[in-house]
């Protein structure tokens, strides 16, 4: 079973902090995902990294993908309020017919205004 | 707008029940998914079809879960009895297969389910 530690676990800061919440495995994937889930909706996907060492940017937010692609991390510039919620990362494994994510627990994070 | 449906949305039912959730995938997706949700486990994968034939569900306990397609428009999961430990949000997520390292996964809002 691959596992995927997302830390911290809770996250509560200021409007206009920053913030870095990390995604670590022991497992090699694929690719792997971000999602942010508002309460009493499903997971939206914010982005993929594929290649290792890639670094994509939307808008205040930053995601990079390990060297080695085990791992990930997610800063998000100026905090805003509206960036609350659950995030997730998800690992994929793919080969052949088969794809399927194994996500963490995520980070629960909350912008005060 | 595309979007994922499911129902119910939410669901209280007594300990040995039947339950079952309905998932509408996007139209032309051909990959279904159907994950759990709990605070302490997470985002569970418990199934998943492609072009409707089940592909995984080692997710699943076998005993009393069930998940099937009967039409390119209609995923179900099943539970027979249900039990609290049950309780939990279940969701449902489309997908369209080839483009594996970018598939994106769209979620429905989930089946929030208690079982008392």
Same mark, same amino acid.
């Given at each position: 079973?691959?596992?995927?530690?997302?830390?911290?676990?809770?996250?509560?800061?200021?409007?206009?902090?920053?913030?870095?919440?990390?995604?670590?495995?022991?497992?090699?994937?694929?690719?792997?995902?971000?999602?942010? #889930?508002?309460?009493?909706? @499903?997971?939206? *996907?914010?982005?993929?990294?594929?290649? &290792? %060492?890639?670094?994509? =940017? !939307?808008?205040?937010?930053?995601?990079?993908?390990?060297?080695?692609?085990?791992?990930?991390?997610?800063?998000?510039?100026?905090? #805003?309020?509206?960036?609350? @919620?659950?995030? *997730?990362?998800?690992?994929?494994?793919? &080969? %052949?017919?088969?794809? =399927? !994510?194994?996500?963490?627990?995520?980070?629960?994070?909350?912008?005060?205004? | 707008?595309?979007?994922?449906?499911?129902?119910?949305?939410?669901?209280?039912?007594?300990?040995?029940?039947?339950?079952?959730?309905?998932?509408?995938?996007?139209?032309?997706?051909?990959?279904?998914?159907?994950?759990?949700?709990?605070?302490?486990?997470?985002?569970?994968?418990?199934?998943?079809?492609?072009?409707?034939?089940?592909?995984?569900?080692?997710?699943?306990?076998?005993?009393?879960?069930?998940?099937?397609?009967?039409?390119?428009?209609?995923?179900?999961?099943?539970?027979?009895?249900?039990?609290?430990?049950?309780?939990?949000?279940?969701?449902?997520?489309?997908?369209?297969?080839?483009?594996?390292?970018?598939?994106?996964?769209?979620?429905?809002?989930?089946?929030?389910?208690?079982?008392?």
């Amino acid at each position: 079973t691959q596992l995927l530690e997302q830390s911290p676990q809770f996250l509560s800061i200021q409007e206009g902090e920053n913030l870095t919440v990390y995604c670590n495995s022991s497992s090699v994937f694929s690719s792997l995902q971000w999602y942010r #889930q508002e309460p009493g909706e @499903g997971p939206v *996907l914010l982005v993929t990294v594929v290649t &290792g %060492g890639e670094v994509k =940017k !939307l808008k205040r937010l930053t995601f990079q993908f390990g060297d080695a692609r085990k791992d990930s991390s997610l800063h998000i510039t100026a905090a #805003q309020p509206g960036d609350t @919620g659950l995030y *997730l990362c998800a690992g994929a494994i793919s &080969g %052949g017919s088969n794809y =399927k !994510l194994t996500f963490g627990k995520g980070t629960l994070l909350t912008v005060n205004p | 707008d595309a979007r994922v449906t499911q129902t119910p949305r939410h669901k209280v039912t007594e300990m040995g029940q039947e339950v079952t959730m309905r998932c509408q995938p996007i139209l032309g997706h051909n990959t279904v998914f159907w994950y759990r949700q709990t605070m302490m486990q997470g985002l569970e994968l418990l199934a998943y079809f492609r072009n409707r034939a089940p592909l995984d569900d080692s997710g699943m306990p076998k005993d009393r879960f069930s998940a099937e397609m009967p039409d390119a428009t209609l995923a179900t999961l099943k539970i027979q009895p249900s039990e609290p430990r049950d309780s939990a949000v279940y969701f449902c997520a489309s997908g369209l297969v080839p483009l594996l390292q970018k598939e994106t996964q769209y979620f429905g809002p989930g089946t929030r389910l208690l079982v008392l």
